[in-house]
């Protein structure tokens, strides 16, 4: 069975609705540096049709959440694994890996937003998200389940 890694932020996580919620004062402290506002990450949404998008590559794929945590903001690991155990509790339980060497883990695709933190020298295929030609699920699900 091939393999799918999912990026959290801008992925499955919708990181901008985040930010557009912040007050002034907080956007104003942390700007350039928004994933290291404490406890930020727990309570964001899913990007639309993400989470359909996530189950029906469970059933195709041997599909994981492959994500970077900020270092100097301990409270994102805890929240990204509570995001995960809501929102995916079923299909995504155990299959949480939290690295900043995306390029270390051996697999047939990864979807994320950007080629940092060790995409760009993925082995598999780099599905780049919210680029063309896959702007959102509907084209990644079009081209992974065709």
Excluded: C
């Amino acid at each position: 069975m091939e393999i799918v890694y999912v990026d959290m932020d801008n992925v499955l996580v919708d990181f901008p609705w985040g930010i557009n919620q912040l007050s002034e004062e907080l956007k104003q402290e942390y700007e350039g540096d928004f994933d290291e506002i404490p406890n930020f990450f727990r309570d964001l949404p899913p990007v639309d049709g993400a989470i359909e998008a996530y189950h029906r590559l469970s059933e195709q794929y041997d599909t994981y959440i492959l994500s970077t945590a900020p270092w100097h903001n301990p409270t994102a690991w805890i929240d990204k694994v509570l995001w995960v155990q809501e929102h995916l509790p079923e299909s995504a339980y155990k299959r949480l890996i939290l690295s900043h060497h995306k390029n270390l883990n051996k697999g047939d695709y990864l979807i994320d937003d950007r080629e940092a933190n060790g995409v760009s020298e993925f082995g598999g295929e780099h599905i780049h998200f919210g680029e063309e030609p896959f702007p959102n699920w509907k084209t990644v699900l079009d081209y992974l389940l065709e």
